[in-house]
């Protein structure tokens, strides 16, 4: 069974609670895949920066902290991963899952509290939601590119947790590179 890195809810809270201050990370796949930068991370689509909308959903994107900096439309908040949101602070959404079964997409909304917006994700391993155990944030095998080679794109979807394809669920935070 795919192993899932999780700390408990308490455990999370209280790392956030040690720092005095929320810390806006990108959040990212660990492995590289076939991306030609810094691997893939969770992103606004169709946009880029501060001319995205949170309508648009979320797809796996190269990652663009090696700009030295995060871009507003792959900013996280590490302060809501202890209510078990994956909150992006400067379009004022949370994830939220539109289904739970395999290809269901994943999209951003006002964060509302709902279960469909809960998610299990400590900062590194798996994010599974709360309505659904067995499925993990995954990003499908198939790469498109963007405005040039190096701008690449994978759907992300969620999927049925596995080892057979880890590579395309673990998940890790940084502030940048």
Known sequence: ?????ALSMTTCALFVA????????????TD????TQS?????????????ANPEDGLQGHTCYSPKGELMVDQIFDTEKFA????????????MQVNATKPGSALSLAACDGS?????????EGAIVPATASDMCVTLSEETT?????????????LETCSDD?????????????
């Open 1 to 5: 069974m795919f192993k899932k890195i």
């Open 83 to 94: 209510e078990g949101l994956l909150y992006m602070p400067e379009f004022d959404v949370c």
């Open 18 to 29: 040690g720092n005095s201050q929320a810390e806006h990370v990108e959040i990212y796949l």
């Open 145 to 157: 590119t963007g405005k040039s080679k190096v701008n690449q794109r994978k759907v992300m979807s």
């Open 165 to 177: 394809i880890s590579a395309y669920q673990t998940w890790a935070v940084r502030s940048s590179l």
């Open 39 to 51: 691997g893939y991370c969770f992103d606004i689509a169709r946009a880029q920066g501060d001319k």
């Open 115 to 123: 279960d469909s917006q809960t998610f299990e994700f400590s900062g």
């Open 32 to 35: 590289m895949l076939d991306s």
